[in-house]
Every structure is written in C-alpha cells, then in structure tokens.
Nanobody
C-alpha cells in the first residue's frame, strides 16, 4: 500500500506557472505508475498526465499537452507536475494517484489516491 500527499497548489495569474509535488510513502514507489487527475467545480474528475515506473514514458490529456510536464524522482519517492502557461480553465483540485500495471488514463485503473491540492488561476 502507498500513501500520497500533494503540495504546491495555490493562486496564480493566467500565464503563470506552478509546480505540484506528490510525496509517496513506502519503499515500493518505483513499482507504481503515477498519474495526475483534476476536478473542477461542478465537473467530473478528468485525467491530466501519467508517467511510467521508470519515467521513460509519459502521456497527457490534449488539454494540457505542451503546457504541463510530469516527472518523477524514484529516490525521493515523489512525482511532479510542472504547469506552465496556466489558464483559468485549469482551475481545479489536482490529485495524484498510483496504480500497479501499465500506463493508464482511466481513473478507475488507479488504486491509491491523495487528498488533492487546489489550483486557482485568475484571469
């Protein structure tokens, strides 16, 4: 089992940047595929980005491609989401998640979830 704690959210102006972190407990972090999901007010949670166990493979939602970058540090047991050129529509609670298995964009595929961190982008 793994416990996930996100940090780095906040209020930023449109066009700005934020870097989210997700710290994982346990010694088996490198065995998990990691993902970032987000949920805007009144909307369903949606996929943002995911990264393979080694970090060699990544995948992104079209809405964030070219602006967000997911990365991981398997020594620090942490996954990151660098968010650039932020837009008001990026406003959401961002949650990281972990799964055993292959890279996936489906939230149903993920076994463990953090509590989330709020990102608010003002226009």
């Amino acid at each position: 089992q793994v416990q996930l704690v996100e940090s780095g959210g906040g209020l930023v102006q449109a066009g700005g940047s934020l870097r989210l972190s997700c710290a994982a407990s346990g010694r088996t972090f490198s065995t998990y595929v990691m993902g970032w999901f987000r949920q805007a007010p009144g909307k369903e949670r949606e996929f943002a980005a995911a990264i393979s166990r080694s970090g060699a493979m990544t995948t992104y939602a079209d809405s964030v491609k070219g602006r967000f970058t997911i990365s991981r540090d398997n020594v620090k047991n942490t996954v990151y989401l660098q968010m650039n050129s932020l837009k008001p529509e990026d406003t959401a609670v961002y949650s990281c998640a972990a799964r055993n298995g292959l890279l996936s964009t489906s939230e149903r595929a993920y076994d463990y979830w953090g509590q989330g961190t709020q990102v608010t982008v003002s226009s």
